[in-house]
Nanobody, 114 residues
Framework: VQLQASGGGLVQAGGSLRLSCAAS????????GNWYRQAPGMQRALVAT???????NYADSVKGRFTISRDNAKNTMYLQMNSLKPEDTAVYSC?????????WGQGTLVTVSS
């Protein structure tokens, strides 16, 4: 099973993007999904988390602007990003953790212009 992240692009400050992370096959429903981002010259940082029961957590820097969600029937996780700021510019990647293994998707670049 592989994860495919998509939806990145160039957007003006204040705009919105929705990222998707689709699994190529079935993943255990007992999992935690994460979105990370890595800005140029910075370490990778956790942006948002969603558990198997729908509990969500966000980095302080994105609270109130980003929303993580999942569609288990489609084996897909989303990150809705609103009110984007130039400091949100980064490569965003997705990660799914089950009791048996971790899955990583390749990154998708988000560029926010001022």
């Amino acid at each position: 099973v592989q994860l495919q992240a998509s939806g990145g692009g160039l957007v003006q400050a204040g705009g919105s993007l929705r990222l998707s992370c689709a699994a190529s096959g079935s993943i255990s429903s007992i999992n935690v999904g994460n979105w990370y981002r890595q800005a140029p010259g910075m370490q990778r940082a956790l942006v948002a988390t969603i558990t198997y029961d729908g509990t969500t957590n966000y980095a302080d820097s994105v609270k109130g602007r980003f929303t993580i969600s999942r569609d288990n029937a489609k084996n897909t996780m989303y990150l809705q990003m609103n009110s984007l700021k130039p400091e949100d510019t980064a490569v965003y990647s997705c990660n799914v953790i089950t009791p048996w293994r971790h899955y990583w998707g390749q990154g998708t670049l988000v560029t926010v212009s001022s």
